[in-house]
């Protein structure tokens, strides 16, 4: 399909399946069960966590609840400027409730960062965040994150949700696109 596309493959579809089930472990050992916050509510931000959401969700040995955002960063379609537009908003009230932000990468680190004060200022009992995938280079803000996936180099990847111009979302893996995409 798109295989004459794809340089090389980043991470496989083995590996994202094992390290969301840890990833998963470890989040679940934070979350007591019948807290009185209720259900673990995850909010997966569209389009590019659909994926890792609905993986990490079922892999995740907790109930939860799902809501979902998308936003939408200004830039190139390569890079983030920081100035945040929501396209979709939360259809739920989260004030006191955990809440679990599901990324599926952060770079700069600025849409993420925006996203957080967005959120906090609703009132939520706790607020954290788990990304697949995280570009330590590149991160202009400082954000806390305790949960990551794969810490990847300062590299343009696609596939598993993430896309160049809207393609190779349905790739099974994460892999960096051949510059004779970009071209042409
Ligand atoms: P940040 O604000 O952290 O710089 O950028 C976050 C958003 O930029 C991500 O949610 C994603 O949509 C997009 N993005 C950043 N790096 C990549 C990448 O390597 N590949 C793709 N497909 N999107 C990226």
Redesign the pocket.
């Known amino acids: 399909m798109y295989e004459n596309d794809i340089a090389s493959v980043l991470i496989s579809e083995e590996q994202i399946k094992e390290r969301t089930a840890e990833l998963a472990q470890s989040v679940a050992e934070r979350y007591p069960v019948g807290a009185p916050e209720g259900d673990l509510l995850l909010i997966g931000?569209l389009k590019?966590a659909i994926f890792f959401m609905t993986d990490f969700a079922r892999a995740l040995p907790i109930p939860t609840q799902m809501e979902f955002m998308a936003v939408s960063?200004y830039g190139s379609s390569?890079?983030?400027s920081?100035v945040v537009r929501i396209l979709k908003d939360l259809d739920k009230d989260i004030a006191g409730r955990n809440v679990l932000i599901v990324?599926?990468?952060?770079?700069?680190?600025?849409?993420?960062s925006w996203l957080l004060k967005n959120l906090s200022t609703r009132n939520p009992a706790s607020l954290e965040v788990v990304t697949l995938l995280r570009?330590p280079e590149?991160v202009k803000i400082d954000v806390e994150v305790k949960d990551v996936g794969f810490d990847i180099p300062d590299?343009?990847?696609?596939g598993y949700g993430?896309?160049?111009d809207e393609r190779y979302r349905d790739l099974p893996y994460i892999g960096t696109l051949d510059p004779k995409v970009y071209s042409s």
């Open positions: 931000v590019g960063s390569t890079s983030s920081g990324e599926d990468i952060i770079d700069s680190g600025l849409t993420l570009k590149a590299e343009f990847v696609v993430l896309d160049y």
